[in-house]
């Protein structure tokens, strides 16, 4: 479970993001990152449609995201704001899929230069 701080719940926070923020994507994951200078600690939110599955199926991919960003939360810079959208193939992927394809995303994102210099 992530931290309250680091958690994203708003529907603005999450169409901002997604509308703003730089945008990567993998065979099971797209990352949207949006970076605020000052504004407080890297938060994420995931987005895990019926595409992915059930809501058993769901759940599960949603709680091993949430597994495998908590480890990553200190790569975010502060004020950055992150929604990791599971793409079908998440459901049938292994832990070390989704977490090679979660590295690739933050990667590829955290180089773009809207994700790093967005103004308020």
Same mark, same amino acid.
């Given at each position: ?30 990352? /949207? *990152? ?7 600690? =890297?938060?994420?939110?995931?987005? @895990?449609? &019926? $595409?992915?599955?059930? !809501? ?10 949430? /597994? *495998? ?7 975010? =810079?502060?004020?950055?704001?992150? @929604?990791? &959208? $599971?793409?079908?193939? !998440? ?26 210099? @967005?103004?308020?």
């Amino acid at each position: 479970m992530l931290a309250r701080p680091h958690r994203l719940t708003g529907a603005q926070d999450f169409g901002s993001t997604v509308r703003r923020g730089a945008r990567a994507g993998s065979g099971t994951l797209v990352g /949207h *990152l949006l970076v605020e200078p000052d504004a407080g600690p =890297p938060r994420v939110g995931f987005v @895990v449609s &019926r $595409a992915v599955g059930n !809501a058993v199926v769901r759940n599960r991919t949603q709680r091993r995201l949430r /597994h *495998l960003v908590a480890d990553r939360l200190d790569t975010l =810079p502060p004020g950055a704001t992150l @929604v990791v &959208r $599971a793409l079908p193939a !998440a459901a049938a992927a292994d832990a070390e899929r989704l977490g090679n394809d979660l590295d690739h995303v933050l990667r590829r994102v955290g180089r773009s230069r809207t994700a790093v210099e @967005v103004d308020a």
